[in-house]
Each structure stands twice: as C-alpha cells, then as structure tokens.
C-alpha cells in the first residue's frame, strides 16, 4: 500500500463510497449486513474478532458496554443482541464505520447502540464490560492513549476482553498493559487460537 492509500482509521475516508451487502452470523442470527472501503475487513467479520466473539463469556444483561474501535460494528452489534437492556456505545474515529454501524443497528432491529466518536460519549460513563479488537497498526503510541483513555472506566470487578494477533505483539502489548494498570488491573491471557490472543484484563 502507497503512503496516499487510505487506511481504515483515517477519520473521514475521502474515497467515494462503495457500499457492499455481506452475510454474517450475529449473536447467532443469520443476517445481511452493509460493509463499505475504507474500513476494517469489509468482506467479512474477521479472524480476529472472531477469536473474541467465540472465547468471551456473556455480556453483562446491563449498564453501558464499550466496543473500541468499533469498525462496521460485529463486536457492537453482538453486545446490543445479547444484551437488549445495556446500552451498548460503538465508537471508532472513522464516521463511515459509524454510519455502517448506524445502519446495521437499524436492520437488526436493535435500539440500544450508540455508534460515536470518542469526544461524544459522555465523561462519567463507566463500562461494565469493554471488548476491543484494538487498531494495533495505528502504532504503539496512540494505541497505548486509547487504552490509558478507556482502560480506567472500566467499572470496578469487570472485565475488558481485547483480542491482538501474536505476531503484532500481543504479548508486549500485555506486558505494558501490566506495568501501566497493575495497580488497578489484573491482566491475563485467557486464549490463544488461530494466532490470536485475548486479554482479560479486570478492574480490581
């Protein structure tokens, strides 16, 4: 990929919309959901998430739950079924991935997502659970700001469930997260399969 391509985390994707109709098992319900470019895996629900989806216990029945980086909204969406009284909060800094949550809420019938920009969800929430395939190709850096951002609102004995490929770092990426949140997290791997990671991490 040329430097001028556009990656998924560009803010708003200049390239002209090409929205695609894909067929994906949500919360184990057969749907046709809308993907479009210039977001996170748009042919499919990736490996990745996945590897989450399939090694996470169930949500909490309530209380406000967190998807990071939300993209066209699996993880979001998988929250919202399984738990019709949380209100589930999608965020993600790409607006289209936001839009294509919007829009897959609304063909699911699901009334209880909030898919927004981190600066929109308000200051006091705390989370009883987070779940996050992390946009690790942003770079250490603004990966570790994200997570030293939501980490911390994560309410006391719950639980943050974040799924990393092994070869992009999982491993370091707890390491930091220990040294970071010991005082506050307990962080574990829960599971590898398919060259993926989870990472518990829970509030103390």
Known sequence: MGMASEHYFTDNPGSEL??????????????????????????????????????????????????LGCGWGPIALTLAAESPHATV?????????????????DVMGLTNINAVLAADVPADLEFMTIWS???????KAELHGLLQTWMPRLAVGSDAWLVVARNLGADSL??????????????????LKKGYRVLRARRR
């Open 89 to 105: 909060w999608a965020v993600d800094v790409n607006e289209r991935a936001l839009d294509l949550v919007r829009r897959n809420a």
């Open 18 to 67: 090409k929205l695609r109709t894909i067929h994906a098992t949500i919360a184990g319900r057969e749907v046709e959901l809308t993907t479009a470019n210039a977001v996170f895996s748009p042919e499919h629900v990736d490996a990745g998430t996945q590897v989450l989806l399939s090694s996470v216990p169930a949500p909490p029945p309530g209380g406000n739950l967190l998807d």
């Open 174 to 191: 707890q390491r930091w997260m220990d040294s970071e949140f010991g005082d506050s997290l307990s962080v574990s791997r829960e599971e």
């Open 133 to 139: 395939n992390p946009p690790i190709r942003v770079g």
